[in-house]
């Protein structure tokens, strides 16, 4: 690990091991813990048990906590297109921010402004699809809300490194009922054990404006509409 232009400080964790897999994707967090030196404690706490690659403060400083090559331990019991040890499979970057425990509010620019090169040279360096660019949430719905509903995925998306919200969407209700939804959203990735937390999950990711665990006509025509993409080969 070494300083660069994308990483200002180090602060090595001990709490990692080797990886299972080849990285493959990427995972967004909040700390949900103010102030930041807390949530750097603890990441490096070796009684925690948790890490994760890199910190992003609200000021727009990073910290690498984690060599790359590393397994980092912040995804936890996760599940995703097949992938059941994400931390194997992924780079975590926390983000600085009080989370909805402690007052949940809009990222701030200088943490984006921070993230868009780190992401975008991680994704090149590993060949990270966009669609495996996801939020804790995606990963673990039933036990995870972050980054949550006010992270700027659509930002994000016009950098390439995440799949937009898809808004050229078909009338009409694609899928006959709640179940052929919910198995829909488990072939999109999603782990559907608990299926009104992944509704909710999906939901945060992909229409923030209402949360709330029921199937509508909507998130029916945007799931319907993100696997069309994947299908034809846009969505890599
Ligand atoms: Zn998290």
Redesign the pocket.
Known sequence: MEKSELVHHMRPSPNYNDRAAPISMLVL??TEMKPVETALDRLTDPEAQVSAHYLITEEGQVYQLVPEEKRAW?AGQSYWRGTKDVNSASIGIELDHPGHANGYRKFSDAQFQALVPLAARIAKQHDIPRANVVG?SDVAPAR?T?PGELFPWSRLAEYGLCLPIPTKLESGDPFHNDGAFVLALERFGYDITEPKKAIEAFQRRWRPQLIDGQVDQQIGAILWQLLLQRDRGDAR
């Open positions: 967090h909040y912040h804790h995870k972050d």
